[in-house]
């Protein structure tokens, strides 16, 4: 039977939201009493229907018709501008914050389903609205009121759009090097010099203003990451009464041209280089936010945001690409079964032959396992933000520091894999523009390097996140797993089978971390960090496929049937993979750190 969606499974979500992580019990907390599950349904059909009808149509020209920077403006397709009037109008920019700015108090879970949505119809026009209200929620957290008044109320209302301006030409993601410089004036504000680059939605003409938020560092800033402090740099100065004044000293050195997700224009913007200077003053004006240099802790409240954002953003563009090949292969007639008799018989669709079921099946395992990742840190988000005491506040922070980098890698790095595999279903028309399934290759390729490449993620994950905190976050996740694996036993059949498989990687995973944290030696310890991640990726996926399969139960139908092969798919092909990942580690191999730049 076809897909109701070629862009998400409005099924899947249900069951993900409803059956499994039973979202309706949050209603019982104070802060989202206002919503029921027909609040729910009613506000996923909306973004259902807002991406169908309004961000999905322009995804292939957003695609083809990219930025263009003629020295002065950048311009962009109105469907882009379009399409996000009618997000700013439907209130989407506000769901998960508190009443008292306006906002829903939606539980992130439910806003993350809404949300994925739009990721998956068009990622190149979502990300502007992901990142205002990223922009949006660290003012909240960190802005003076004056700040969150003048700045924060146009961002919700859709007026103004933000960034996050972090990197330099130099610096890359080694953020402690950064030299854009903040030089205090005398009337309180600063000016600010330097280059970033690598600026999603860095310049445009949608909106009244760009509200930049800028790292820099002061005349007095200690070294390295330390010194880093958190500017506020509109695009143009805002007066007293919230109107729109001059255009502060903020200029575009050009765009840079992407693989994929080509909609959000790419910038190298320039701060305080002379091209408009406000009351005759140099550079551009900046506000401090907070206190200096703690710009980047301040940043990472939007950064570990965005992190969860890019994963469920490469979940959404593999999800798509599957149902796209899924559809295809249910229409496109080729060959006979391989027991057929008569050679010119009639032919069969390719989805009746095993292997091309064998892509698809692989890619159902990995998107539906990675989303399932995605909407349970959003429910941990919603547990965190709902907490009884600082206790469970303090251990449910504690999960969600340690799947983090998981959430944000494994899909990056498999939805990849996803993605390729939905061009081959297609054969040779995978890799022609016929069809949208190489460009969401394209777009899934920028999600590894996004908001902390996958090194950057693996060594987060195992220095910080794991032997950083002496291991208590890898056991609580641990002890977490084990509450699985026991209801799952208790089911019998294949789930009780999936469960001792499971737990016997959790052990081994336990085992190798210590190993590694007694090598005494750093730079071992953290060379293999990668292979650390990806095997600790998969193990996780591997429990989310456990959960689903204890939600589906003995229900029966074809979609319980697809979970159940899923499942079965992941831990008799997939999960077997981490085995020699962890021999690996265990070995404390040196190949890497042995290897000499000249030998290249």
């Not at 059956?19 to 949050?26: C, H, R, S």
């Not at 996923?44 to 999905?56: D, G, N, Q, R």
């Not at 996140?465 to 609580?476: I, P």
């Not at 074809?558 to 979970?563: E, I, R, S, T, V």
Request: charged letters at 20%; hydrophobic letters at 45%; a negative charge.
């Amino acid at each position: 039977m076809p897909v109701s969606s070629q862009i998400l499974s409005a099924r899947d979500l249900e069951f993900l939201l409803f059956e499994w992580l039973d979202v309706e019990k949050l209603s019982e907390r104070p802060r989202f009493a206002e919503h029921d599950r027909a609040s729910y349904d009613a506000l996923l059909a909306l973004c259902e229907e807002l991406a169908t009808e309004h961000f999905a149509p322009h995804y292939r020209k957003s695609d083809t018709e990219e930025p263009v920077f003629d020295g002065s403006t950048v311009h962009l397709i109105p469907e882009i501008g379009a399409a996000l009037e009618k997000f700013a109008a439907a209130d989407l920019l506000t769901l998960t914050l508190d009443e008292e700015v306006g906002g829903l108090q939606v539980p992130h879970v439910v806003a993350s389903a809404c949300m994925a949505w739009f990721t998956a119809a068009n990622i190149g026009t979502a990300a502007y609205s992901f990142l205002t209200v990223a922009n949006a929620g660290l003012l909240l957290a960190h802005g003076s009121p004056e700040q969150v008044e003048r700045y924060v109320g146009p961002m919700l209302e859709g007026r103004f759009f933000g960034t996050m301006t972090l990197s330099e030409p130099h610096a890359g993601s080694s953020l402690g090097d950064v030299v854009t410089r903040a030089v205090p004036a005398d009337d309180g504000t600063f000016r600010i010099f330097g280059s970033k680059m690598w600026i999603s939605g860095g310049d445009h003409e949608m909106g009244d203003n760009i509200v930049h938020l800028v790292l820099a560092k002061l005349p007095d800033a200690p070294a390295g990451s330390r010194g880093i402090s958190l500017f506020i740099v509109p695009k143009h100065l805002v007066n007293e009464d919230g109107s729109i004044g001059e255009r502060n000293d903020v200029a575009l050195a050009g765009i840079n041209h992407k693989l994929g997700s080509r909609g959000t224009v790419n910038t190298a913007p320039v701060f305080g280089d002379g091209a408009f200077t406000p009351g005759g003053a140099a550079g551009a004006v900046g506000y401090l936010v907070g206190e200096p240099h703690k710009g980047l802790s301040y940043m990472f409240h939007m950064m570990n945001a965005a992190r969860l954002g890019v994963g469920m953003s490469a979940t959404t563009t593999a999800y798509t690409a599957y149902l796209k090949s899924l559809d295809y292969a249910r229409s496109r007639p080729q060959g006979r079964a391989l027991t057929a008799t008569d050679p010119a018989g009639p032919q069969v669709p390719i989805i009746e032959h095993a292997d091309v079921r064998r892509m698809l099946l692989a890619q159902k395992s990995y998107v539906e396992g990675a989303l399932a990742l995605n909407l349970w840190c959003s429910r941990l988000l919603d547990e965190q933000a709902t907490a009884a005491d600082d206790a469970e506040r303090l251990a449910v922070g504690q999960l969600l520091d340690v799947l983090t980098p998981i959430a944000k890698s494994w899909p990056s790095q498999w939805g990849q894999e996803s993605c390729s595999l939905a061009i081959q279903v297609l054969g040779g028309s995978g890799y022609t523009r016929d069809y949208d399934v190489e460009a969401h290759w394209r777009d899934q390729r920028l999600n590894p390097i996004h908001e902390g490449t996958h090194g950057i993620q693996a060594l987060d994950l195992l220095g910080r996140k794991v032997l950083g905190g002496g291991g208590a976050s890898l056991l609580a996740l641990a002890a977490r797993i084990e509450e699985t694996v026991v209801v799952a036993t208790d089911l019998g059949g294949e789930a009780a089978a999936y469960a001792v498989s499971l737990k016997a990687m959790v052990d081994r995973l336990g085992e190798v971390t210590f190993a590694l944290a007694g090598l005494g030696d750093p730079d071992r310890t953290m060379a293999n960090a990668t292979v650390y991640l990806e095997a600790a990726g998969h193990v996780v996926i591997a429990w989310m496929w456990l959960e689903q399969l204890v939600a589906v139960g003995e229900k029966e139908g074809d979609f319980y049937d697809g979970k159940r092969a899923a499942a079965r798919y992941f831990f008799g092909w997939e999960l077997p993979k981490v085995a020699p990942m962890l021999d690996l580690l265990a070995s404390g191999d040196t190949t890497t750190l042995d290897m000499q730049a000249a030998w290249f």
